[in-house]
Nanobody, 115 residues
Framework: QVQLVESGGGLVQPGGSLRLSCAVS????????RNWYRQAPGKQRELVAA???????NYADSVKGRFTISRDNAKGTIYLEMNSLKPEDTAVYYC?????????WGQGTQVTVSS
C-alpha cells in the first residue's frame, strides 16, 4: 500500500522560509513525476513544483526563484524548500506522485504566511 505523508507546514512571517517533506512508502513503479500542489481557500488546486523521473524540474511562475523541489531516493522523500514566503503562498500543500497507472496523494499540510 502506497502512502504519502507530508510534514513541515506551519505559521511563518512574510519573508520567512519553510521546508516541507513528503515521506513516501510502499512500492511504486513507472513513476512519471513527483510533485507539490497547493490549494488556497476558494481556489482550485494548482501545481507548484514538479520533478520528473529524469530529474527535470518545473515550477509555477508565482514561485520561480523562491521554491525548490528535490528528492532523496534513498529515503523515499520529496522536499519543497520555500523561501521569501508571501501571504499569497498561504494554502494547504499536497504531495503527489504520478505513475503510469495511478495518482497518489498525501493528506496535505497547512502553510500560513502572516505577520
Amino acid at each position: 500500500q502506497v502512502q504519502l505523508v507530508e510534514s513541515g507546514g506551519g505559521l511563518v512571517q512574510p519573508g520567512g522560509s519553510l521546508r516541507l517533506s513528503c515521506a513516501v512508502s510502499g512500492s511504486l513503479f513507472n513513476i512519471y513525476s513527483r510533485n507539490w500542489y497547493r490549494q488556497a481557500p476558494g481556489k482550485q488546486r494548482e501545481l507548484v513544483a514538479a520533478v520528473t523521473s529524469r530529474g527535470s524540474t518545473n515550477y509555477a511562475d508565482s514561485v520561480k526563484g523562491r521554491f525548490t523541489i528535490s528528492r532523496d531516493n534513498a529515503k523515499g522523500t520529496i522536499y519543497l524548500e520555500m523561501n521569501s514566503l508571501k501571504p499569497e503562498d498561504t494554502a494547504v500543500y499536497y504531495c503527489n506522485v504520478k505513475t503510469a497507472v495511478s495518482d497518489y496523494w498525501g493528506q496535505g499540510t497547512q502553510v500560513t504566511v502572516s505577520s
